[in-house]
């Protein structure tokens, strides 16, 4: 009997035939979700100019350093400031400002007073302001030019993905245009003469492909593009048709479901079987035992993977995931792992290592099973319910409650 291969030897056959995609100049505002292969470097500094945190008054400080609500100072209203003007205004001593929060802040003046700390507010305050509380000290309110950044300094890393929170920072960093790898190109294929379409009845014999859509939405959230989603019969020529579509096409990576194993009926071993291309083997995992994993002559990526929805899901998080990101040249590959308590009791499979679809509370760290089936790769309803996989090593004979387990959050 042929030895099964360890999971991080099958995703490490992977990584290596992985190779980084071209890089591409886009506009900032078309480059979410894709990975810097450069850095993005500030074009100017944040703040791009002194400006105010509040709404209230620009002074000097040296002016209300006594005011108190017993003594409040009176100073001369000689500028409004909304944000989006230009100008800065000149303060003599006893003079003031009336600005609001952003404005860029008068080079005259070294502090804000909020207009909480004023007598009448901003309501009627355009000739003069009555300063009850002095601020606690020079600057005070002041937004400083380049405190946040400077320009010329890294905003996002070459490796990082360019999210919302870093597209943000980057546009208010003044850059418009960033560099970027391409987007894999992915084709999905579901084997199986059982299969049907979305919406269509299902019969006696025939069940709905839920692999496609569930690829469909995984390829997407790693950053990837679909250009071909496909369902083929049971058969050898089927695969290699479908194949010879997604090359043409020009794909990158071809994901095929279900026909890896050794039943009478698997199309993906019938197409690549004894050709060279892919190979076929047994992983210590559950769900996922049977893989297949190689390189066309086109330099196209194929992944085989189990039928079974629960094995389809996690077989992607382990190997077809990874190697998407790392096409793209991210930085951090895997998902992020944590650990947890188990909070009910379960046998993981003799031998092999497990991953549970499992729901967790964050806030008690504790897990449990997504589904009260077991972890049967065929239970797809219980991927509803999961929030992450518990990873149980091959050795551990029982999971039970009050255990630490490893998590991957999804």
Do not use: C
């Not at 480059?31 to 993005?40: M, V």
């Not at 091959?394 to 999804?410: C, N, Q, R």
């Amino acid at each position: 009997m042929t030895a099964l291969r360890s999971v991080e030897d099958q995703l490490s056959r992977v990584l290596d035939a992985v190779h980084v995609l071209e890089a591409e100049t886009r506009a900032v505002s078309d480059a979410a979700g894709r990975t810097l292969a450069d850095p993005a470097r500030a074009a100017h500094d944040i703040p791009l100019f002194d400006n105010s945190a509040m709404d209230g008054f620009a002074v000097r400080a040296a002016d209300v350093a006594a005011a108190s609500e017993a003594n409040p100072v009176t100073l001369r209203v000689v500028a409004d400031l909304p944000a989006g003007v230009a100008i800065d205004p000149s303060l003599a001593p006893g003079h003031a400002a009336r600005i609001m929060t952003g404005s860029p802040a008068p080079t005259d003046a070294d502090a804000i007073v909020p207009f909480e700390d004023t007598a009448g507010g901003l309501a009627d305050s355009l000739g003069e302001v009555r300063v009850l509380r002095a601020p606690t000290k020079p600057g005070a309110f002041i937004r400083r030019r380049g405190a946040d950044l400077s320009a010329g300094d890294d905003v996002v890393l070459a490796g990082e993905r360019l999210g919302a929170f870093q597209l943000a920072a980057a546009v208010a960093a003044g850059i418009s245009e960033v560099t970027v790898t391409r987007a894999p190109r992915v084709a999905v294929v579901s084997t199986g003469s059982e299969l049907l379409a979305p919406g269509e009845s299902a019969t006696r014999g025939r069940i709905p492909d839920s692999n496609g859509p569930l690829l469909e939405q995984l390829v997407g959230d790693a950053d990837a593009e679909v250009v071909l989603v496909a369902r083929v019969q049971d058969q050898a020529d089927a695969v290699r048709a479908v194949t010879a579509e997604a090359v043409a096409l020009g794909v990158d990576v071809i994901v095929f479901t279900g026909g890896v194993s050794a039943g009478a009926y698997e199309p993906v071993r019938g197409a690549f079987d004894g050709q060279g291309e892919v190979e076929f083997v047994g992983v210590s995992m559950q769900p996922g035992k049977p893989q297949a994993f190689g390189v066309l002559d086109s330099g196209a990526l194929v992944f085989g993977l189990p039928g079974n929805p629960v094995s389809v899901a996690v077989s992607f998080e382990v190997f077809v995931r990874p190697a998407l990101l790392a096409m793209q040249g991210r930085t951090e590959i895997h998902r992020p792992r944590a650990t947890f308590t188990a909070d009910a009791s379960w046998t993981p499979p003799p031998g092999r290592r497990q991953y549970l679809p499992a729901v967790v509370d964050l806030a008690a760290r504790t897990v449990r099973p997504a589904t009260a089936g077991g972890s049967g790769s065929h239970l797809a309803g219980g991927l509803a319910r999961a929030q992450a996989f518990a990873i149980v090593p091959a050795e551990v004979e029982a999971v039970a409650v009050g255990d630490t387990i490893d998590v991957m959050l999804v």
